[in-house]
């Protein structure tokens, strides 16, 4: 207790080989106070301070805070051009844009008796302010004929905006099936103040989506867009260009 470190103290500054470092203030905040006799006789009073490791602690916490923040920037930047390689690797979420074969496509045969719907679906990520939806929700179609469909983006700001979309097909096994004659994913598109544009999916569903047991069922699928914003004069790799879409 107190009392008797005072006189411990005392008893201490009374011969002339011990030195004294006084923590009368430490103790009365609850500090640790740790005392260690060297060979030298001399009495060290080492305080640690609850606030002096909580500040420690503060500190920890805050540069793991920014560590996790420029990783997060890291994976949102490499997210579009990781993506448009898994889709072309695996065949899920539809394939690459343009990649129709253009002969395939001049001698196909609807399949009339196999009628699909395609439902429409957009989404913009947390940082891109645009307003984005397709035109039509959803349209009825036979396997193996062409689809003409068109999604609606706005930029409310008063400052230019370029994006950039990514899609998914769900269920995912009908992804290989569907094809794109025209599209406007993977590609920068720049919108400036209060512009507005129609983007044109121009697609078909392979014929041989008919005769694959596991979509026997699947009568209707869902195509989505995502739009990120990008920075000028940030250049994504696998990405076009374009100063706007396609009116």
């Known amino acids: 207790n107190l009392s008797s470190f005072r006189a411990l103290n ?23 106070i740790v005392c260690t006799r060297k060979p030298t006789n001399a009495v060290l009073f080492r305080c640690f301070s609850q606030s002096e490791r909580k500040r420690n602690r503060n500190r920890d916490l805050a540069l793991y805070g920014t560590a996790f923040a420029i990783f997060t920037f890291a ?20 394939r690459a844009t343009l990649d129709a074969d253009e002969d395939k496509v001049a001698k196909m045969q609807p399949v009339k008796d196999r009628l699909i719907t395609v ?40 400052s230019p905006i370029i994006g950039v979309a990514t899609y998914n097909v769900i269920p995912f096994e009908a992804g290989q099936y569907l094809h794109k004659i025209q ?23 392979d014929p041989e989506y008919a005769t694959d047991p596991r979509l ?32």
Not at 16 to 27: D, G, K, P, W, Y
Request: charge should be neutral; include cysteine; proline fraction near 5%.
């Open 10 to 32: 005392h008893s201490f500054s009374s011969r002339t080989h011990f030195r004294t470092l006084h923590c009368l203030n430490a103790i009365k905040d609850n500090a640790l």
């Open 75 to 94: 994976v949102s930047y490499a997210a579009v051009p990781l993506y448009r390689i898994y889709c072309q690797s695996t065949g899920k979420g539809g």
């Open 119 to 158: 439902r429409f679906s957009a989404d913009v990520s947390s940082q891109l302010a645009w307003n984005f939806k397709p035109t039509q929700i959803e349209v009825k179609v036979p396997v193996g004929e062409t689809v003409l469909a068109f999604y609606t983006a706005r930029n409310p700001l008063q």
């Open 183 to 205: 599209c406007f994913c993977f590609e920068e598109q720049r919108l400036n103040p209060n512009e507005e544009v129609d983007m044109p999916v121009f697609f078909y569903l």
């Open 216 to 247: 026997e069922n699947v009568n209707t699928i869902v195509l989505s867009y995502t739009f990120f914003e990008t920075k000028e004069g940030i250049k994504l790799p696998f990405l076009s260009s374009n100063s706007k879409a396609i009116t």
